[in-house]
């Protein structure tokens, strides 16, 4: 029998963009894609997840396209929670489509895939001593790169620039900003961001680009046997 997958995500992901490289293995018939929030009405969401003064918060996009501040306990509390009932569903794979700081979860029989676990780690070994330019898609993203990327030997260089609203020439304006501050290597690690932008990037300038979600995606398809 062939294996099942389960994508689950905190808010709005386009995880159309993905499928192509997992259907090479399954058909699209056995992959479910379960979202926390993302059929949530926003203001609901900001209710019931809404992080609290002091809390740590996650930036998450929500149906309306809106950027909610979602507490991280909340939300690492209840994805668990999805998490056991797609366990005893008996899922083969859970894929955490999701860059935010989370982590810890279990499983009991299922494989899990958390990027946030596997691709900092990964980056690093493909990178090695080379200088990475990180591009981040919203302000209140920065901090939590700046922590994700400790593991690389050299400090990124990061630029802003948003996957739905700049423009090619903005995107690429970062890319270039990242070139001649000395990056080699440039690292989109936004579920937002797609091939059509990495390829964009390595056209106009000539330069490696690393694409998280394609590597964690790449990564999952390898265990859909």
């Not at 992901?13 to 926390?36: D, G, K």
């Not at 000395?182 to 300038?205: E, M, P, S, T």
């Amino acid at each position: 029998m062939s294996a099942t997958l389960a994508i689950l995500t905190i808010g709005v992901v386009p995880v159309q963009a993905i499928l192509p490289l997992l259907t090479e293995h399954i058909s699209e018939q056995q992959i479910t894609h379960i979202s926390l929030l993302g059929k949530m009405d926003p203001q609901e969401v900001r209710e019931e997840y809404g992080a609290e003064a002091g809390e740590f918060a996650i930036p998450t996009r929500l149906r309306d396209d809106s950027l909610g501040m979602v507490s991280r306990t909340k939300v690492e509390r209840d994805l668990q929670s999805v998490i056991e009932v797609l366990d005893n569903q008996g899922y083969d794979v859970i894929l955490l489509m999701s860059t935010a700081d989370i982590r810890g979860f279990v499983t009991r029989n299922a494989i899990l895939v958390e990027p946030q676990r596997i691709i900092p780690p990964l980056v690093a070994s493909i990178v090695d001593g080379h200088q990475v330019g990180v591009i981040v898609p919203v302000p209140e993203l920065m901090a939590q790169q700046k922590k994700k990327w400790t593991v690389l030997e050299k400090e990124p260089y990061y630029e802003l620039a948003h996957p739905y609203l700049a423009t090619e020439r903005e995107f690429i304006d970062a890319g270039r900003a990242l070139l001649e501050r000395g990056a080699d290597v440039l690292v989109l690690d936004c579920l937002g961001f797609h091939q059509q932008h990495r390829d964009l990037l390595q056209k106009a300038l000539d330069v490696p680009v690393l694409l998280s979600n394609v590597l964690v995606a790449r990564l999952a398809s390898e265990l859909l046997v």
